[in-house]
Antibody, heavy 120, light 107 residues
Framework: QVQFQESGPGLVKPSGTLSLTCVVSGDSISIDTWWHWVRQTPGKGLESIGEISQSGATSFNPSLDGRLTITLDKSKNQFTLRLTSVTAADSAVYYC?????????????WGQGTAVTVSS | EIVLTQSPATLSLSPGERGTLSCRASQSVGSHLAWYQQKRGQAPRLLIYGAFNRATGTPARFSGSGSGTDFTLTISSVEPGDIAVYYCLQRSSWPLTFGGGTKVEVK
């Protein structure tokens, strides 16, 4: 059973940087899996924002306008999101999730979500 | 970006009734569509992937069908525990996109 532990600040100031870390247990960051961030807001619903593969290759949603970085630390079995120049529109519940070839390349395991508010 | 449109927005059913949820894509996604169930305060849970494959632990009363642009999630006999919002997801092209959701209520 794959489990995730998300951590990060619940409050970030406008124009600041949001950093969230997801620690993976029950699975190692291996081939045929991608480690993803999804966010959810009442207004926009669920939004896929980006992912990283076990080789370190990244893909980002173009809507983030180059503000997003995702890094991987295999030694700690964790991956980290960094979103710069945040605004109120980045307030959301952020989920980390696994995308696996064994499940048709869709999200089969999710973290519990962490709520982030952008406010001064 | 592929837009997924779900209907109806809300589906109100009595226990034992059959429920049909629709997901329509703005362009073909082949069979690269999944369905998720999200209960209040929880993360989404994978129900169906590849349009019709049940994920581990998905009850047999849930079934998926369709291909191309039109997909259906059917609940053959709804139970009170099925109260949730149901989302479709396409993974055919980047960025991956979700539908807006169908809220299932049980009378």
């Amino acid at each position: 059973q794959v489990q995730f532990q998300e951590s990060g600040p619940g409050l970030v100031k406008p124009s600041g940087t949001l950093s969230l870390t997801c620690v993976v247990s029950g699975d190692s960051i291996s081939i045929d899996t991608w480690w993803h961030w999804v966010r959810q807001t009442p207004g926009k619903g669920l939004e896929s924002i980006g992912e990283i593969s076990q080789s370190g290759a990244t893909s980002f949603n173009p809507s983030l306008d180059g503000r997003l970085t995702i890094t991987l630390d295999k030694s700690k079995n964790q991956f980290t999101l960094r979103l710069t120049s945040v605004t109120a529109a980045d307030s959301a519940v952020y989920y980390c999730a696994r995308r696996a070839a064994s499940r048709g390349y869709v999200f089969d395991y999710w973290g519990q979500g962490t709520a982030v508010t952008v406010s001064s | 970006e592929i837009v997924l449109t779900q209907s109806p927005a809300t589906l109100s059913l009595s226990p034992g009734e059959r429920g049909t949820l629709s997901c329509r894509a703005s362009q073909s996604v082949g069979s690269h569509l999944a369905w998720y169930q999200q209960k209040r305060g929880q993360a989404p849970r994978l129900l169906i992937y590849g349009a019709f494959n049940r994920a581990t632990g998905t009850p047999a009363r849930f079934s998926g069908s369709g291909s191309g642009t039109d997909f259906t999630l059917t609940i053959s006999s709804v139970e009170p525990g099925d109260i949730a919002v149901y989302y479709c997801l396409q993974r055919s092209s980047w960025p991956l996109t979700f539908g807006g959701g169908t809220k299932v209520e049980v009378k």
